[in-house]
C-alpha cells in the first residue's frame, strides 16, 4: 500500500523561500537568481547557478548557499565583460555544474552590483532523496503523444473500435494502463507550453521558459551556454550506466527528442542540436559523462547531411560553436563543438559505433546492434495516413505518394521503430530510458487535419502496445503514456448526417462570415442524437479503409486559425514546415500549400475564421492531459509504481516520480 505522500510527490513539496529584493538608488535591475524560485532535484543532480542582472558596469556579484559563501566558475569581477558571454548590457556570473546531497530546502543568497548600486535576492531550492530499498525500475519507457489531450485519444478509440448502446467495443492499449491521472502543462513563463519544455518538466524536474530545453532561461549571447540542469539519461547513465533511446515521428531536431538529451535555448538550432547528440552522448576517455545515447531515430536527415548537398539544412548560424571552458571543465564535456555545417555526420555517427539505417526495409533486417541512427526522412517524417497509403497501394484523390514527393518513400511505423529500440536498448544490463514521441497528433492537430490527427493516434497507440509488451516480458519497467500539451482544443463535435456523398455534392460556400445565413456544410454536423454510433470499417493493418463514411466524426477546433473545412479527407497534406527548402519547393510546384488557409482551392470547403492570433494553425492549449502508466516487476510481474500518478499532478512531478521508480524510493 501505497502512502499518500507516495502518491503525490508535489504533496510534500512546498515553497519556503521567497524572493526577496532589497534595493538601494539607482540600482541595476532585472536582478536574478537561476535556476528560479522553488526549483527541484534530485539529490547529486547537477545544475548550473547563474547571477544576472542589468544596468551599467563594471558588474560585481557573490552568492551564498545555506549561508556559506560560494566562489563562481565564471565571471570576473569588478568588469563589463563579466563571464564573456552574457548579453550587452548585463552582467552575468556562474556556477557551473552544482549538485547538493543533502535532501531538504536550500537557499541561495546573492547579491549583484553595478556602478549605481546594489541588489539582494534570495531564492530557495529543494533537493529530494528518492533512493530507497525498495525494489528500482530497470527501464523507463516514456511515449509522449505531443499534443495529445483526452479527445484524441476518445477520437482514436471511437474510429478504431466505435461504440454500441454506450458502450466502447474496444479500448485502445494506452487505456488498458491503469495509472491514470492528470497532468498540469503550464511553462517557466506562460500558461501555455511549447513542446521544448514540456518535454524537458519530464526529464529534468524543472520548468523553463517557451522554445529552451535542458537550460535555464539567461540573457546570454549563445543559447549553448545557458545554464544547464541534468537531463534523467544523463543522471541514470553516470550513477549508474543507462542507455538512452529517442524514437520520433518528427526530425529528430524537434523539440520534444531533443529535450531529453541536448541543452539549448533556441530549439530551432538544428545543427547544433543534431551535433549535441552525438558530442554528448560519452565523453571522450570516460563512459561516465553524457547521455548513453545508444538509439536515435526518426526523420531529419538534413541535419546529418553536409551543407550544399540536396536535402541539406546544415547551416553555421544553427550550429554551436566551442563552450565555455568552466562549462566544459564541471559536466566533463566534450570541448569539440565548432561551426561545421559541412560536417558528414551520419559518418561520424558510423564512426563512433552506431549502425545506421535509412529506410524501413533496411531497419526491418538491422537485427539488434549496440547503437542505432535510423534517419527515415529528411525532415519530419509523413503521418500515418500517408505512409499506409503508400502501404496499401493507394492514396486517397491522388495518384501519386505523398511519401515519394517528400523523397521518403519506405518509412517504417511508430511501433516498427520501437520494437527495434528495444531490441537494441535490453542489451544493456543496466538498463535505459526510452522516449517515443508520436509527433504528428500534434502537428497534424496544428494544421486541422483531423483524419491524419487520428490515424496518427492509432499509430502512437500501437507503439504503447509493444512498450508494454516488452514491459511483460521484461520485468522491471514503468510505462508512462503523456503529452507534453494538449494542442488545438481538439474536440469531437458529433458525426455527420446526409450522407457521404451528400456532403460531397455540396457547393463551395465562402459567405459563411455573414451571420444571416447558416451554410449548408453546417446543417451537415450531426449532434446529440442524429451523431448516433458511426461505424469506420478497420482494415488488417489495424486502421480504417477510409474516413470518409456515412455518419463521420466531425472534429472542430476550440483553438483554432484560419481554414477552409469541407468535413472530407484531405488528398495532400499541408507542407510540413520542418523540411529542407529544396523539398519544400518541389512540394509547392505540384501543388501543396503551406497553410490551412490556403487550401481554398480544394474542392467542398468553407472558411471559417480561427481565433488565434497568428491565423496560420491551431495553437497548443494550456489544459492539463491525460497520464496512463503501467509497470512490472521482477519476472514481468505486476507492480505499482504506477500508482503515483493517480490524481492531478504538475508536469515537473512526473519526473520526480518516475525517478523514485527508478532509485527505488
Ligand atoms: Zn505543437
Redesign the pocket.
Known sequence: MYSSSRQSVGAFIFALGVLASSIAAAAPSNVRIIPANRARFLTGQKFDIRVEGRGSGPFFASIAIDGMPVEFTSGRQGTDETDGITSPGYGGFNLRGYANDDAGIHTISATFSDADGTVSSEASFEILDLSGAQPAAKNIIILLG??MGVAHRTAARLVKFGATDGQPNGYLAMDRFPGTGLVTTHSLNSIVT??APGMACYSTGNHSNNGQEGVYPANMTNPFYQPRVEYMAEYLHRTRGASLGLVTSADVEDATPAANAVHTGNRNAGTGVCDQYLDESDSEGSSKYGTGLAVLMGGGRRWFLPAGQFGSSRAAATDYDSLPEDLVNAWHLPSSGKIDPQRDLIQDFIDRGFTYADSATTLSKIGSPDKLLGLFGYGNMNVAFDKLAKRRGAQPGRDTFVVDEYHAPDQPLLEEMTDVALQVLRKNSRGFVLMVEGAHI??Q??LMDADRVIDETIEFDNAVAVAKQFADNAGNTLVVVLAD?E?SGFSLIGALTGGIDHLRKLAPDNKTLDPATQPERQRVIGTYDTAAFPRYNILDDGYPETFDIDGKILIGYGANGDRYEGWLMKPLPIVDSLLPDDIKAELRSVGYKDQPYQREESAFGYFIRGQAAGRDNA??TASDIPVSAYSTGQEGQPNDWYKQFYGVQTNTDVFFKLMRAALGG
Open positions: 505531443d499534443g511549447d513542446s500534434d502537428k492537430s496544428h500539451h494542442c495553437v497548443h
